[in-house]
Antibody, heavy 121, light 107 residues
């Protein structure tokens, strides 16, 4: 069973860059029909897809965040990462990494537990 | 972006009741529709994909139907473990988008 675990600072100052890493265990991020996504959820609100990466097919980003987002992958560590620049209080949320199946169907079938990131000075 | 609209926003029902949650897409998404359950303090859990295919391990009292713009999630006999917030998600186009959620409470 694939497991995902987010890690990174829980507090980021306004205008700085939020950096998170997702470590995948129980399967290789290089194999199969899977992309690897980041999704966030402000407290008490709904889910927002941030973007995704696949090693040989590149990335897709949410246009609403595209100018500030970079998702990268380190296959040697079986990790993928999120960088979100110029953060404001509106970026305060629980950030999830998720396995993104994109083949004959499209869904997120494995999620990390989530990590709360607060943007505050 | 494709807007996903769920109704109702919340439902309170008794154990054993049948409940239905509706998800409407602002444009057709074929059958590229998934449903998730999120319990308080936990990550979402995939329930249904392809509008009607049950994810492994999900109880058969849950079912999904629909295509195009209109979809439903039905719980045939509500159980205490079904409490939580349910989200639909379209996989037809980018950006992937979710409904605003339907909170299910047990009376």
């Amino acid at each position: 069973q694939v497991q995902l675990q987010e890690s990174g600072p829980g507090l980021v100052k306004p205008s700085q860059t939020l950096s998170l890493t997702c470590t995948v265990s129980g399967g290789s991020i290089s194999n199969g029909n899977y992309f690897w996504s980041w999704i966030r959820q402000p407290a008490g609100k709904g889910l927002e897809w941030i973007g995704r990466i696949y090693s040989s097919r590149g990335t897709n980003y949410n246009p609403s965040l595209k100018s500030r987002v970079t998702i990268s992958m380190d296959t040697s560590k079986n990790q993928f990462s999120l960088k979100l620049s110029s953060v404001t209080a509106a970026d305060t949320a629980i950030y999830y990494c998720a396995r993104d199946f994109s083949g004959s169907y499209y869904f997120f079938d494995n999620w990390g537990q989530g990590t709360l990131v607060t943007v505050s000075s | 972006d494709i807007q996903m609209t769920q109704s109702p926003s919340s439902v309170s029902a008794s154990v054993g009741d049948r409940i239905t949650i509706t998800c409407r897409a602002s444009q057709g998404v074929s059958s590229w529709l998934a449903w998730y359950q999120q319990k308080p303090g936990k990550a979402p859990k995939l329930l249904i994909y392809g509008a009607s295919s049950l994810q492994s391990g999900v109880p058969s009292r849950l079912s999904g139907s629909g295509s195009g713009t209109d979809f439903t999630l039905t719980i045939s006999s509500l159980q205490p473990e079904d409490l939580g917030t349910y989200y639909c998600q379209q996989g037809d186009s980018f950006p992937r988008t979710f409904g605003q959620g339907t909170k299910v409470e047990i009376k």
